[in-house]
């Protein structure tokens, strides 16, 4: 079965502190596309990044970093800086390679607050 | 550029009435999928469609639910009767082509019922 966990329920920091968050998957499959969403206050959730199961490459875009590292079945996202803006639930998501399976598994969510 | 467009963003019925909610895609995306989120079980997928065919409706709760597609710019989901428990946030979202696309989530629509 797939599974996406993110045991961090909530975190709350300082503006300008950095902050990571935690994502464990669960696949059988060697092939699979993990996913970062924002979900900010207003409701919609935003894709942040997409990474699939070969590439274990490292991605920074800003201020914003993912961990991928597929012997722990991790991929941890990292903010640098925060910002209040940066504020949101984050889900963390999975997604199968098989051919017409578009299922995403999300995780239960990270609520972030990010305190002025 | 016009994202997914839901409506209504907020319903409130009683138990037992019917409800529809609609999803305009994004133009040109060809699979379309429709979520709910609720603070119990989180984001859950309901149904997805593949240029308007429905591929997978496993995550359908029950036969009160269900979905149409009838043309590629609109979707509905619709729960008859509606309970209670039916009360979430139902996301519906577009992503370009099948495969591995990021998927485009509209608004949500805030359904209370009571």
């Known amino acids: 079965a797939q599974k996406v966990t993110q045991a961090q329920t909530e975190i709350s920091v300082v503006e300008k502190e950095d902050v990571t968050l935690d994502c464990v998957y669960e696949?059988?499959?060697?092939?699979?596309?993990l996913f970062w969403y924002k979900q900010p206050p207003s409701g919609e959730l935003v894709f942040l990044i997409r990474r699939n199961s070969f590439d274990e490459q490292n991605e920074i875009s800003g201020r914003y970093s993912w961990n991928f590292q597929k012997s722990t079945s991790s991929f941890n996202f990292t903010i640098t800086a925060s910002q209040v803006v940066d504020s949101a639930v984050y889900f963390c998501a999975l997604r199968l390679g098989v051919q017409g399976a578009q299922k995403l598994v999300f995780g239960q969510g990270t609520r972030l607050t990010i305190n002025p | 550029d016009a994202g997914v467009i839901q409506s209504p963003r907020h319903e409130v019925t009683e138990m037992g009435q019917e409800v529809t909610l609609r999803c305009k895609p994004i133009?040109?995306?060809?699979?379309l999928f429709w979520y709910r989120q609720t603070m119990m079980r989180g984001l859950e997928l309901l149904i997805y469609?593949?240029?308007?065919?429905?591929?997978?409706d496993s995550g359908m709760p029950e036969d009160r639910f269900s979905a149409k597609m009838p043309n590629a710019s609109f979707s509905t989901l619709k729960i008859q009767p509606s309970e209670p428990r039916d009360s979430a946030v139902y996301f519906c979202?577009?992503?370009?082509?099948?495969?591995?696309?990021?998927?485009?989530f509209g608004s949500g629509t805030q359904l209370s019922v009571l």
């Open positions: 469609f593949n240029n308007n065919v429905p591929i997978d």
């Open positions: 696949t059988r499959d060697t092939t699979y596309y």
């Open positions: 979202a577009s992503s370009l082509r099948q495969g591995v696309e990021k998927l485009f």
């Open positions: 133009s040109g995306h060809n699979s």
